[in-house]
């Protein structure tokens, strides 16, 4: 997904075809009914379609200035030359400029616009709009040789895992839809049969890529063929402590430690151009070690590390901060929760964490769990990011994996029946607003939403509007 501040010009130039479409027809319609070029809504938008047509660089015939999105008030709004358009005042008031981030009745013009007129919007969206804006989380297999004590996935089903044969038709459909990104997870996705076949498929339809491992199945000829990849970006080995009988007795597979830290280091050596990401899970257990991963042989890029029960919140503050409900957590899994009382301790082992990986140059994500309260605001996320279960299931998100928000079964229907489907358009909708319970806990995409503002602009067109 786009973030805020990265280049995306095509999207500016399809917002500025959008609304100097509305443009144009609002000059009609107003100059039918007074005579002139009219003023009030039609300002508005000839203001906001110059806008959106200069900060994508749109000048005529003349070429792209690949520019950066950005927010069009406040500072940035204040920054710009006025623009001078018969109709439009010299100096536009505030709520005159109609950016990105401001809700206003722009929005609603542009939906009726793209509802009237789809297919002159669908053929611009394919002209403008580059291929590669479909992220995917993708889980293989279920199965994981560890069994970690926090963790219970390996306990899942195999029934109905999609074969090799649809995994490859399933990615193929998805590239015509703008396949950009996959993250293999799991379970352990080194696990499933013809793993490397898959990934190896992906990295042929031009995808990037990116593995969410155990370390375990890091072997050479693994590492060879991983190293031969063109679009590789990362790759995340899970590394709880930096004491082998540690991470061992944790993840509850003897071993392990020697093998994932031994697959790191080829990974170095075979292919140095890919990120390495180490996943650090803060228990009870594995709290007092965590400072000496700094101590490794092989040093991470990243350090991303994930506290179990409390929300990373405590690292700045002691207020408010209350024991999580992890009640349905049983046997040895409640022993590995951090408690309330033990938080002074553990932040101090973070913050040495944090000041000995500035030394290293290693950087380090202090991962939020949760968010208390409610998300009221809208999420974009779905319209351009899934998960897929390995029996072919289709999720909007990690964290909204239930029945009733299932968007698809790709065990039993095409990508593009999926994408046009009742249940695809019933989730965006409960997304706009969000009305979904488990987004009021979300930290993976909500400071994300929040931080777009008006998510229609921005994610603007749904999966659906793709489907000739």
């Known amino acids: 997904m786009p973030e805020r501040g990265v280049e995306h010009p095509s ?3 399809l917002l500025g075809f959008v609304l100097t479409r509305i443009r144009a027809r609002y000059r009609s319609v107003s100059g039918q009914r007074s005579g002139g070029c009219g003023r009030g809504v039609l300002a508005r938008h000839r203001t906001c379609a110059a806008r959106a047509r200069r900060a ?15 927010s069009c008030t406040g500072a940035d709004a204040r920054k710009e030359p006025v623009v001078r358009n018969p109709g439009v005042p010299a100096t536009p008031r505030r709520d005159d400029i109609v950016g990105i981030r401001t809700r206003s009745v722009t929005v609603q013009i542009i939906e009726d616009y793209i509802r009237a007129n789809p297919d002159e919007f669908r053929e611009a969206y394919h002209a403008l709009r580059p291929v590669g804006q479909l992220a995917l989380e993708v889980r293989l297999d279920w199965r994981c040789n560890a069994k970690c004590k926090f963790c219970g996935v390996w306990k899942y089903s195999r029934d109905g895992m999609l074969s090799t044969e649809r995994w490859q038709e399933v990615f193929a459909e998805l590239a015509d839809f703008g396949l950009a990104h996959v993250l293999f997870t799991g379970g352990e996705p080194m696990l499933y049969p013809d793993f490397l076949e898959i990934i190896e498929h992906v990295d042929s339809l031009g995808a990037r890529t990116a593995i969410i491992t155990n370390g375990s199945l890091l072997d050479e000829g693994r590492v060879r063929r991983l190293a031969e990849l063109q679009h590789l970006e990362q790759i995340t080995v899970s590394l709880d402590s930096a004491d082998p009988a540690v991470h061992d007795e944790v993840r509850k597979m003897r071993g392990l430690f020697k093998r994932a830290t031994t697959g790191m280091a080829r990974l170095r050596a075979a292919a140095p151009h890919v990120r390495l990401v180490v996943n650090t899970v803060v228990s009870a257990s ?9 101590g490794l042989p092989v040093l991470p890029d990243l350090l991303r590390v994930f506290p179990v029960g409390l929300d990373m919140a405590w690292l700045d503050s002691l207020d408010g901060i209350e024991e999580n409900d992890w009640s349905n957590w049983a046997g040895e899994a409640k022993t590995e929760v951090l408690s309330a009382d033990a938080l002074a301790e553990v932040r101090d082992h973070l913050r040495e964490l944090t000041e000995r990986a500035a030394a290293a140059g290693v950087t380090v994500e202090l991962e939020r769990l949760h968010h208390d309260g409610p998300f009221t605001g809208e999420c974009i996320v779905p319209m351009g990011h899934f998960v897929i279960q390995p029996d072919g299931d289709v999720y909007p998100c990690c964290h909204v994996q239930d029945e009733p928000n299932r968007i698809g079964r790709l065990s039993e229907q095409s990508v593009a029946e999926m994408l046009s489907g009742d249940a695809y358009r019933t989730c965006l909708h409960n997304l706009r607003p969000v009305d979904l319970p488990a987004c009021g806990r979300c930290s993976r995409y909500r400071d994300f939403n929040e931080s777009i503002g008006q998510s229609q602009l921005v994610g603007m067109p749904t999966m659906p509007e793709r489907i000739k």
């Open 11 to 13: 999207l500016l130039r």
């Open 56 to 70: 994508a660089g749109i000048h005529g015939p003349g070429g792209l200035r690949r520019n950066r999105i950005r």
């Open 286 to 294: 594995t709290a007092s070690t965590v400072p000496d991963l700094l």
